[in-house]
């Protein structure tokens, strides 16, 4: 597709389900980013990944957190045992290789409550 | 903490008036971008300025870097209601994280 794309747009769920987020990357972008933004904050890294080198998961708040990306494309991330405080939306974006002065480029998120 | 941290934190302007925001940064960088954000989505990016660079225009935007105090100022100029958003700096370190490190935002109201 033309940009990144993010799937669902919006995710209820009960705290303590499982949920997973997509992230589908512009076509030929090496690097992808997960961040998380509560309302009216900045945005909080969670994870990175850089074509086949392990990913930089420094910023997961919990195990209960986790990502993957398949193939060098597809990127889900999946939170367990869903709290009330992981509500927020998720951002994903991806880029050419990092530190190559590239911009990112970003999904429009997903926002997800749990209640 | 934020690596990159903006201020102010919101700023309320009248259309015609000039906006200035100023993003403080810790470590050595790359780079350091600006980002947009409506209504809590999307970010949209706005321009990048390099280590080895001290001032960007592009459009009404200008955008200077100071790496000896390591700061970063976006000046948009003759603001109008449609730049009415929150604004990010991020910065492209050479060390530690490799992944774009955000700011806090500027919230920006430009009433018209």
């Known amino acids: 597709g033309a940009g990144v794309s993010q799937s669902p747009s919006n995710k209820v769920t009960e705290k303590g389900k499982d949920v997973e987020l997509r992230c589908d990357p512009i076509?030929?972008?090496?690097?992808l980013y997960w961040y998380r933004q509560s309302l009216g904050q900045g945005l909080e890294f969670l994870i990175y990944?850089?074509?086949?080198?392990?990913?930089?998961k420094s910023g997961l708040p919990s195990d209960r957190f986790s990502a993957e990306r398949t193939g060098g494309s597809v990127s889900t991330l999946t939170i367990q045992r869903t709290q009330q405080e992981d509500s927020a939306v998720y951002l994903c974006?991806?880029?050419?290789?990092?530190?190559?002065?590239?911009?990112?480029?970003f999904g429009q998120g997903t926002r997800l409550t749990v209640v | 903490s934020q690596q990159g941290e903006e201020d102010p934190q919101a700023l309320s302007i009248q259309e015609g008036e000039n906006a200035t925001m100023n993003c403080s940064y810790k470590t050595s960088i790359n780079n350091l971008q600006w980002y947009r954000q409506n209504s809590g989505r999307g970010l949209v990016h706005l321009i990048l300025i390099r280590s080895n660079e001290r001032e960007k225009h592009s459009g009404r935007l200008r955008v200077t870097l100071d790496t000896s105090k390591k700061s970063s100022s976006l000046l948009i100029t003759a603001s109008r209601a449609a730049d009415t958003a929150s604004y990010f700096c991020?910065?492209?370190?050479?060390?530690?994280?490799?992944?774009?490190?955000f700011g806090s935002g500027t919230r920006l109201q430009v009433q018209p």
């Open positions: 974006a991806s880029s050419l290789e990092a530190r190559m002065n590239t911009e990112a480029f």
């Open positions: 076509s030929g972008h090496t690097a």
């Open positions: 991020a910065t492209d370190s050479f060390t530690g994280r490799r992944a774009l490190t």
């Open positions: 990944f850089q074509g086949n080198s392990a990913p930089d």
